[in-house]
Each structure stands twice: as C-alpha cells, then as structure tokens.
C-alpha cells in the first residue's frame, strides 16, 4: 500500500465536482455544434448513434480520467506520472498528460472565438443590431460582425480576459463560486426557451426530427462525426475532466458522478434541439443550415416572433455562460501545472497562461478576416485548431488512456478507485480494453480516409 498523495485543492460542496464537470462538459458544443450537426446529418440517425458513443466511449473514458485525476491527485502530467510509477511502469506515459494539457489549451484558442460570437450577438440583441429580413441580411451580419479583426477580437479578448480572472481566483473561489450559479442559472434560461418553443407551433416537427430514427439516413460520415462530438462534448482527453477530478473527494463515487455528468451533458443537448428547431420549423426554415444555425436562421426566426427579442437576449446569456463554464476548464490543467509542480501562484500562472492564450487565439481570429486565406491544405489556422483537436488529439489522448488503464496498470489500481462490484468493474473493464478502443481507431480510419483525398 503506497501512501497517497493529499489533494491540492477539494470541492467545497457535494455538488461541486457535478456542478464543475457539468458546467465543462455543457457548453458551445451542445448548444452550438450538436443542433448544427444533427441538422447536418439528418436528425434522429445521428442522435441515436451519437446516444450510442456516448455510452460506449464516453462514459467508460470519463471514468478513466476522473481515476487518473483522483488516483493521482494532480494535473494531467503528475497525475498520470504519479499512477504509472504505482504500477512500477514507465513515467513515459505522461506525455498522455503532456498531449491532453496542450488540447485544453488548443481547443480555448478557438472556443473563445466562438464564445466571442455568443458575446457580440448579446450586445447585438440589447443594442438592436440584429435587424434583417432575410436569411442573407442576416447572413451580411454575420459577416460585417467578423470582417473587422479590432471589432471580433475585441470580443473574443473579452471571453479571454473573464476566463484568466475566474481561474486565477482558485478552484473554490473562482471556478466552484461561479459554476453554482451559472449552471441553475442556465437550465432556468433553457427552459424558459422550450416553454415558448413549445407554442410556436414547430414543437411535433422538432420532435420528429430529433426523435423520429430513420436508420436508413445514416451516413457513415454521420457516425464518425458522432464519435468525434462525443469526445469533445463530455470535455475529454482535454485535461479538463481529469484536472476536476483530482479535486474530487475519496467517499464520492466515480461512477456515479460520470452518469450524472455524462446524462446532464445529454440532456442540455437534447433540450437545445427542442428549443431551437421548433422555432426554426415554425418559421420554415431549414435545419441544415450548418454552423451559422444559431448567428443567422435562429435570430432571424425570433425577429418574426412575439418577444422575439427577449428570447434572443435570453439564448445568448445562456450560450455565453455555457461557454465560460467550460472555458475555465480547458485551461485549469495548464494553470493547475504551473501552480502545483512550478510554484508559481494561480494569479500570476493565469495571467501567464492567458497571454500566451491571448497570442494564440488572435491569430485563429484573425482566421475570419485578414488571415482568412492563410491557409494550409485548405484550412485555416482556425480550422486546425478545431481539426487536430477533435479528430486527432483526443480520439488519440483517449485511446492512449484507455490502454494503460485497461492493459498496463495493476488492475488493483482502477478496481480500488472506481469501487465497483465485480460484475460492474469486468463490464467496464471490457468496454475500455475492447469497445471505445475500436470506436475511436474507426474514427483514424474516417481521418485518414479524408486526408488521401
Ligand atoms: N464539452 C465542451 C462543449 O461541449 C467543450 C470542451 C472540450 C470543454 C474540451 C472542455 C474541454 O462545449
Ligand atoms: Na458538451
């Protein structure tokens, strides 16, 4: 029995781990990406395979990294160090760490571009700037909103700034404070949107085509694409859930946190869909209209509608504080690091950390104005943060701490962590050595396939 390190920080609350992890976990990516994409790939097929992957990959990995961040009581490199040497392997293994530290930091250049968009589209909807009478107007929008690098990264400048505040504050006074708030202050907001939803008029269409599984609509673009969002919705193989979970009491079930995190995380989703397309179907419009779903069809659905404005005011606070609840998270294993093996202070770890981000995020801002066309293989500097993060570091970050877990640690190591009976722990033990292994080597396969052509 080895003695076990004492953990830098604890959840001040019960609910604070659920209440953080959730908050990471609901964020751009469901209320943003997972109405667009379901537009995209046809409704119910792809939310049914996307239910699938979550199960399958997600929840299994999930418990992986909150083992590794309890277990070994650090940020991702110290605390996948700390667990492999229990074991007596190799500390190699912690460049897993390494590549998931770098991914949190990658993804939040992009995100708060994105969260960016949320926060100017806000001040849009108080200002009354979001005044079109068609899908194109809206669209001018949209572009005259990104055209101007001072305007857009004005924006994203500020999503950066509150993000490097609310971390460098700590971990029960910064991100704990903030989540218990933000996270019953946006079920309230959405649920407010789907009570209205519901008597648009669009509400049963809505509930046909996010519910209504045509199996034959499924493409296999379809179901890569839903392994990949899984990944990136439940924040993992990013630091981020790993990081929470060093933070996360003994006496708390790892299992049980996971689903409740991993069920919460599905739900938003799905609450999105049936506040958003009705609205969309109500007015006519189409479904697949890509990532702009929410700049321009949905603004211009509310402009038709009774307390359009209002709604939109309300969808765009929403919006804004799912993504700083997970923005703090993507950056928490990088300030954390700095913090416990540096000995550099939260405030100053922060500032650092978010200079460097500011750098990088101007220059994947910049991808939607003067940098537009610097690009490499087609894709902006902005598409490959979002690409290598999503398609490759992850899937890789994930498939890599799946193996150690389940192949080269002392299977004492998980069975005592997790705490699960035998018949639970041999189930989870097969879905990590054999199950999400194989889901995400079909999702190299897909990457590949698009690289050859
Ligand atoms: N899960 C977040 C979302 O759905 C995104 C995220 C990815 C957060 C990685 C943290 C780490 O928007
Ligand atoms: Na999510």
């Known amino acids: 029995m080895t003695t076990r390190k004492k953990p830098n920080n604890l959840w001040v609350s019960r609910w604070g781990f659920i209440l953080a992890a959730t908050g990471s976990a609901v964020g751009l990516g469901n209320i943003w990406k997972f109405p667009y ?201 990013s630091g981020a859930i790993l990081t929470y979970g060093s933070y996360l009491p003994d006496e708390s079930s790892i299992a049980r946190t996971t689903f409740t995190v991993a069920i919460c995380d599905t739900l938003v989703a799905l609450m999105a869909g049936l506040a958003i397309f009705p609205v969309i179907f109500a007015n006519g419009m189409d479904p697949a209209s890509g990532p702009g779903l929410i700049f321009m069809s949905l603004p211009l659905a509310f402009q038709q509608m009774p307390f359009g404005t209002l709604l939109e005011i309300i969808f765009f606070v929403m919006l804004t504080m799912a993504a700083l609840t997970s923005a703090i998270s993507m950056i928490e294993a990088t300030v954390a690091w700095l913090n416990e093996s540096k000995g550099i202070s939260r405030t100053k770890a922060a500032w650092g950390t978010g200079i460097v981000l500011w750098i990088v995020s101007t220059l994947a801002m910049l991808s939607f104005n003067v940098g537009a066309d610097w690009t490499l293989a087609g894709k902006t500097f902005f598409d490959w943060l979002d690409y290598l993060t999503s398609r490759w570091m992850m899937p890789l970050g994930g498939l890599g701490m799946a193996l150690l877990a389940g192949f080269v640690l002392r299977n004492e190591v998980f069975k005592a962590e997790l705490g699960l009976n035998n018949t639970h722990y041999a189930l989870w033990l097969f879905m990590i050595r054999y199950v999400s292994p194989l889901g995400i080597v079909l999702i190299f396969i897909d990457a590949l396939g698009i690289m050859t052509l």
């Open 37 to 237: 994409m379901t537009g995209e790939y046809g409704g119910g097929a792809f939310v049914l395979v996307y239910l699938v992957c979550i199960l399958a990959i997600g929840i299994p990995i999930m418990m992986v990294e909150i083992g590794y961040g309890r277990r070994g009581r650090g940020s991702p490199i110290d605390a996948i160090r700390r667990v492999v040497k229990e074991s007596g392997r190799s500390s190699g293994w912690s460049v897993l760490g390494w590549m998931a530290m770098l991914c949190g930091f990658m993804i939040l250049s992009f995100y708060v571009v994105v969260a960016g968009w949320s926060v100017s589209y806000l001040w849009k909807a108080i200002s009354g700037g979001l005044n079109a009478d068609s899908v194109d107007g809206m669209a001018a929008i949209f572009g005259a909103n990104n055209a101007s690098p001072l305007n857009l990264g004005f924006w994203s400048t500020l999503v950066t700034v509150t993000t490097m505040l609310i971390v460098g504050k700590g971990v029960q006074d910064g991100i704990e404070r903030n989540v218990r708030w933000m996270m019953p202050g946006m079920v309230i907001m959405l649920a407010i949107m789907i009570v209205y939803a519901m008597f648009s008029g669009g509400f049963g269409q809505a509930l046909d085509f996010l519910f209504g599984f045509e199996l034959g609509k499924l493409s296999s673009a379809g179901l890569l694409a839903a392994m990949g969002h899984a990944f990136f919705t439940l924040s993992l193989a």
